[in-house]
């Protein structure tokens, strides 16, 4: 009797411990942006604090905060560009990458938005360059915790709304792609 009075209890213990722990994993949340091409003002607000907080990292040279804001991918991808002229990612790199940009990311994402889709984690958004000269795609994905900045660029081609939709449904359509095969480099 006490044996079988054990056994119960391990296994309740057992199930509950595996209960919490699927709790935290990863996958457990699901992205808190709506599916669809349309963004709401919260998730709007979302996007805002990510990017401005990549602002910050980048204008203060925090690598660690850049690095925690940003996904493995975009770092990797910016070590790699940086490698090809002899530069590390630290601190000074970071302050004069971000003065050497047009904008800040704020900046962009408050301009008009031409397009958007989220699909499962990855998020997309086509936004009008301010002089006319073609779009700023931002990627952004969702890692079961936070959201992070994938990729920034220049889409130079896009010219209507029309384009801008076709890019953006690209960015999320190959979510197992790699940034190279997606060709999503930062600009």
């Not at 990549?54 to 690598?63: L, M, P, Q, S, T």
């Not at 449904?169 to 190959?174: F, I, R, S």
Request: hydrophobic residues 50%.
């Amino acid at each position: 009797m006490e044996t079988m009075r054990s056994l119960w209890l391990t296994a309740a213990l057992a199930l509950g411990a595996a209960a919490a722990t699927f709790g935290f994993l990863p996958g457990a949340w699901p992205n808190p942006l709506p599916e669809g091409d349309a963004l709401d003002d919260a998730a709007r607000g979302r996007l805002g604090a990510l990017v401005a907080t990549v602002d910050a990292a980048c204008a203060k040279g925090d690598v660690a905060a850049f690095t925690a804001a940003v996904t493995q991918e975009h770092r990797a991808a910016l070590v790699q560009q940086l490698g090809a002229v002899e530069r590390s990612l630290d601190g000074a790199t970071l302050r004069e990458l971000r003065a050497a940009r047009p904008q800040s990311y704020e900046d962009w994402l408050a301009q008009p938005m031409w397009a958007c889709e989220v699909r499962g984690p990855r998020i997309a958004i086509a936004v009008q360059r301010p002089r006319g000269d073609g779009a700023q795609l931002m990627a952004f994905v969702w890692d079961g915790r936070a959201l992070r900045l994938d990729a920034s660029r220049h889409l130079a081609g896009v010219r209507t709304l029309g384009e801008a939709r076709a890019k953006v449904v690209e960015a999320v359509g190959a979510p197992t792609a790699s940034r190279s095969q997606r060709g999503v480099t930062e600009r």
